[in-house]
Every structure is written in C-alpha cells, then in structure tokens.
C-alpha cells in the first residue's frame, strides 16, 4: 500500500489558481467556489428521477452539508472571509469571497473536496443557433 505523502488539503486547489492566489497583494480576496464533499450519492441505475426523487435528493445533500457550512464559517471568520451563498446549492457547493489565506484554509477542511475560482460565464460568439 502506498503512502500519500502530499499535505492534507494540496490537490483541493488548482495549480492554475494557487499561482493566481500568489499574485495577490496582502489582503485582496478572490471569489471562489467551493465544493463540499457531502458524502451523498445518486443512483447510477440508470434511470431517470421523479420529481419527488430529485426534491428528496437535494433536500438530502443541503442536509448533508449544514456541518460543512459551519465549519467554513469558521474558518472564514478567522481568515476575514465570507460566504457568499446562503447555503449549499443542489450540487453541494457554496461561494465564498477570501484571501489566499483562507483558500488554503479552507482547501484543508476533510469536509471541502475542492475550492474552483469562481469565474463568469459568458455566450459564445456567434450565439444563435
């Protein structure tokens, strides 16, 4: 058996968005999207879900991710960050705006799977069909 032997929370952050956190002057946040790990999962069987389904299986993930939430708060207060989304959202993620330090922070949660730069999306060029 193999022993991992990168730090707790290092795969969590991209490499492309821990060189954009390193750009940062002292203090400058960045909005970020992280994605909790909720422990919940849908059936693979292959069929499609009633809406009663889909509604108890969102209900199950918000659920799920309260203690997460509570533990980012946490760590945000600390690092004078702060939750931008008023809870988890069906996927099991939530916004947050913090500084580098934070991130990092927050990278080391066991109950956070991966923090994203939040980025805006934008239409195609061209965008008729």
Do not use: F, W, Y
């Given at each position: 058996?193999?022993?991992?032997?990168?730090?707790?929370?290092?795969?969590?952050?991209?490499?492309?968005?821990?060189s954009?956190?390193?750009?940062?002057?002292?203090?400058?946040?960045v909005?970020?999207?992280?994605?909790?790990?909720?422990?919940?999962?849908?059936?693979r069987?292959?069929h499609r879900?009633?809406?009663?389904?889909r509604?108890?299986?969102i209900?199950?993930?918000?659920?799920?991710?309260?203690?997460?939430?509570?533990a980012?708060?946490?760590a945000?207060e600390?690092?004078a960050?702060?939750?931008?989304?008023?809870?988890a959202?069906?996927?099991?993620?939530i916004?947050?705006?913090?500084?580098?330090?934070?991130l990092?922070?927050?990278?080391?949660?066991?109950?956070?799977?991966?923090?994203l730069?939040d980025q805006?999306?934008?239409?195609l060029?061209g965008?008729?069909?």
């Amino acid at each position: 058996m193999e022993q991992d032997t990168h730090p707790v929370g290092e795969g969590k952050l991209s490499r492309e968005l821990r060189s954009r956190l390193e750009q940062l002057e002292s203090g400058e946040t960045v909005r970020a999207v992280v994605l909790l790990d909720v422990g919940t999962e849908g059936p693979r069987s292959g069929h499609r879900q009633s809406a009663e389904e889909r509604r108890a299986a969102i209900q199950r993930v918000r659920q799920s991710a309260q203690a997460a939430v509570s533990a980012i708060d946490t760590a945000l207060e600390a690092c004078a960050g702060r939750r931008l989304s008023p809870e988890a959202n069906a996927l099991g993620s939530i916004t947050v705006e913090a500084t580098p330090q934070g991130l990092e922070a927050l990278a080391q949660l066991p109950s956070v799977r991966a923090v994203l730069e939040d980025q805006p999306i934008s239409l195609l060029a061209g965008g008729k069909r």
